[in-house]
């Protein structure tokens, strides 16, 4: 049996090997670092800068949006416009940041200073690393008088009905003077002044005044009767708007004949109708 003095030499030999590295406690595996990712700026456009027709002295707004889908910091610089719009768009946002997932709205607006049709495109300058930077932008300026001038082109019948011998000399489709279908010439020499209206209309060889008015939408009314020998046309309904150079839109008369009894209502569609 070991004496006291052999025991405690045992016990302090084993603490001594303990602490030296005879044995050691297990640790935990360290835990692998995630790889930051890569910095992306990915600009989006959307919207429309489509402005249709504009009145040569007034404006109109279009908005558009600027997005930024990355997951950094989009820094926007500028913006280019092309097309001969430059000098006739303004745009209420040109610099600035955008958020990750964030976006900027735009508004452009189109101040025509001459008369024509524009298109071209707006570029926003940026530190984008990807997507479009580009939108299309278009607009046509039109005179502040645009119903002033020579308009020359054709109408089509659409409709034509009525009662008596009028109405058979000028609707029948066998033997009539404008059937559906019909193609006709048509022509006016118009003045404008302000919304007012004045001037002539001529359906053919069938000639006479009209006046009337330009609402605020830039739909034209006229009002009047053309006559040529014993026939007369009295204007019913005239609803016509200038698009570009072309007069569109809906005609309706009565056609009367001192020769015959009856009436024709005949309802037209111009067609081709421009300005010379």
Known sequence: MPTASRLACILLAATLAASCGGSKSPTSPSTPQTPSATPTKIIGISGSLNFGDVLVGSSRDATFTISNSGNTVLTVTGMTVTGGLASQTTATWTNGQIAPGASQPVTVRFSPTAAGSYSGTVSVTADHTGGS???GISGTAISATPFSGVWIGSYVVERCDGTGSVQDIFCSANRGLYPVGSVLPISMSLTQSGSSITGIVAFGQVTGAVTGSVDSAGVLTLRGTATSGALNIAITTWVTRVVGSTMEGAVAYNATS????????????????TKR
């Open 133 to 135: 930077n580009t939108i």
């Open 258 to 273: 001192g020769a015959a009894p009856g009436v024709a209502t005949v309802t037209t569609r111009l067609s081709g109708v």
